[in-house]
């Protein structure tokens, strides 16, 4: 529960971070065909989660590494100005945010995963969080 301390999440939001998990796009239903049950050696990822007061495509809690798959509606420059300033948010709290818009990834997953799987890498030797509790 010490998570949910750090990240007191509404009911609102967590609603809505599940509704939005049966309404992913085909981009991110083959990133988490991908990545899920740590299909990406043995690194674990959440999807649709809530970081109050935002919500992520897709987290791997143990590098603190966003993964976030970018649609239409993120290329008006609107969107643009609050998806920065939304990244700047979550970076302040120490996360890293990896964005690919859909096309980007559809086109070549393999490198996209890669690209990922480096980062989770680098991230997890660094970091001191961990999934798994030291004995």
Same mark, same amino acid.
């Given at each position: 529960m010490?998570?949910?301390?750090?990240?007191?999440?509404?009911?609102?939001l967590r609603n809505f971070a599940k509704d939005?998990? +049966?309404?992913?796009?085909h981009a991110e239903a083959l990133f988490?065909?991908?990545?899920?049950?740590?299909?990406? +050696?043995?690194h674990k990822f959440k999807r649709q989660v809530?970081?109050?007061?935002?919500?992520?495509?897709?987290?791997?809690? +143990?590098?603190?590494?966003i993964v976030e798959l970018d649609g239409e509606p993120h290329e008006t420059a609107e969107r643009r100005k609050r998806d920065a300033a939304r990244d700047a948010w979550l970076r302040s709290q120490d996360f890293e945010i990896m964005r690919f818009s859909n096309e980007i990834f559809l086109g070549n997953p393999q490198l996209a995963?890669?690209?990922?799987?480096?980062?989770?890498?680098?991230?997890?030797?660094m970091s001191p969080h961990s999934?798994?509790?030291?004995?």
């Open positions: 010490e998570q949910e301390k750090r990240n007191p999440v509404s009911g609102r939005q998990r +049966s309404l992913s796009t988490w065909s991908q990545v899920r049950a740590g299909r990406l +050696s043995g809530p970081i109050t007061p935002y919500i992520v495509d897709f987290l791997c809690p +143990s590098a603190r590494l995963l890669g690209t990922v799987l480096a980062a989770v890498t680098r991230r997890s030797a999934e798994r509790p030291t004995r």
